[in-house]
């Protein structure tokens, strides 16, 4: 399937139906996730533990891999044996040597091939080839990133929303697990995508949310692979305290809403920050990871960051209810609010752009 999308809003058509619920182009979407930046976790991931074993995007990239850290050191390693390709580790644990549990191996947390049994007079045994390969990781304050096929360093993906969002001590916010959840979505990861990319459903899809923003100042930016959302919030409800020397000074912020390319949002609210990982299982199931990372606990019960749970199921409704039409052998391709859906077709952009 071709991608055409205009460069121009006013005459361009939204992305064909297929593209929503075809399991051929669903399969074909695996190079591009796999050259994406995926966040993972933080470092915390690893303060009780010194493995974490995990899986890249699974369901789309399907790699299994492996945190580790020895002497204060992270690192990134695949989590398949180089023998015969068992699954190293299944779970988190403490532990000096990683063992395969199917043949023995043994390797260094650093992972380094230390030993294994039965194989003497094998040639050329061990080299390079039979250590655990490194998957890049690349963290932005104490976030970790990695990639199956590093395209681009983290830093450029990040480069508008690490600049705008710099004064923030993100290092500082706490990772906290009861407020963080997965959300089941009976819909394209996609379609998801499109709807968090405009403010333009919120007057009818979140009347709630409608209260407390100024919608007729929603502003909408598509730069770098990144989309930004800003929500003015009214007067009298949580807003940013933003630096003197700062280009939002002055303005009443209650959200900045980053999309980063392809699949990832952050969400930054006077409380703190919600990432939203959304990741594709099939063509019609999407499972959404919140992560939620808590600076002013008393700022959470108000405005544009309260209720996000209420929000997201309002969501979900309307998505799921799209995934249904768009299947219908009547409905093809939209035209955009060149107002109100900058967000959409720039992403829709990017699909044309990196979808081969
Ligand atoms: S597959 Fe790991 S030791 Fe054989
Ligand atoms: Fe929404």
Redesign the pocket.
């Known amino acids: 399937m071709k991608i055409d999308i205009d460069a121009d809003i006013r005459k361009a058509k939204t992305i064909p139906s297929k593209f929503y619920h075809s399991l051929k182009i669903y399969k074909k979407l695996k190079t591009l996730f796999a050259r994406s930046w995926q966040f993972i976790g933080d470092a915390n991931l690893l303060e009780n533990n010194n493995v974490h074993p995990g899986i890249l995007l699974d369901g789309m990239v399907d790699e299994p891999y492996l945190l580790t850290k020895d002497k204060g050191k992270i690192r990134c390693l695949s989590n398949v044996?180089t023998?015969?390709?068992?699954i190293l580790c299944s779970e988190s644990c403490e532990s000096k040597t990683l063992v395969?549990g199917?043949?023995?191996?043994q390797f260094e947390i650093d992972g380094s091939m230390k030993f294994m049994p039965e194989f003497e007079n094998v040639t050329n045994f061990p080299n390079k080839e039979d250590n655990l390969p490194v998957i890049e990781m690349e963290a932005w304050k104490n976030l970790i990133f990695i990639t199956n096929e590093k395209k681009c360093n983290l830093s450029e993906l990040i480069a508008p929303m690490a600049k705008r969002l710099d004064w923030l001590p993100v290092g500082e916010f706490q990772y906290k697990p009861e407020l963080s959840r997965t959300y089941k979505v009976n819909a394209n990861w996609a379609l998801y995508c499109d709807n968090y990319l405009e403010g333009f459903h919120i007057p009818f899809v979140h009347k709630g949310l409608n209260k407390e923003l100024e919608y007729e100042n929603y502003s909408t930016q598509g730069i770098d692979n990144t989309v930004l959302q800003i929500g003015i919030g009214k007067d009298g409800e949580n807003a940013f305290d933003i630096p003197h020397d700062h280009e939002d000074y002055g303005k009443n912020i209650a959200a900045y809403y980053f999309f980063l390319f392809p699949n990832m949002m952050f969400n930054f609210y006077p409380w703190g920050l919600s990432i939203n990982v959304v990741k594709p299982k099939s063509p019609e199931y999407t499972e959404i990871d919140y992560f939620s990372y808590v600076w002013k606990e008393e700022l959470m019960d108000k405005g544009a960051g309260a209720d996000l749970d209420k929000v997201e199921l309002e969501d979900e409704d309307i998505v799921e209810s799209v995934q249904k039409g768009v299947k219908s052998n009547f409905y093809d391709r939209g035209r955009y609010s060149p107002k109100r859906e900058i967000g959409v077709h720039y992403f829709h952009s990017l699909l044309q752009k990196y979808y081969k």
Do not use: A, E, P
């Open positions: 044996c023998h015969r390709g068992n395969c199917y043949h023995g191996r």
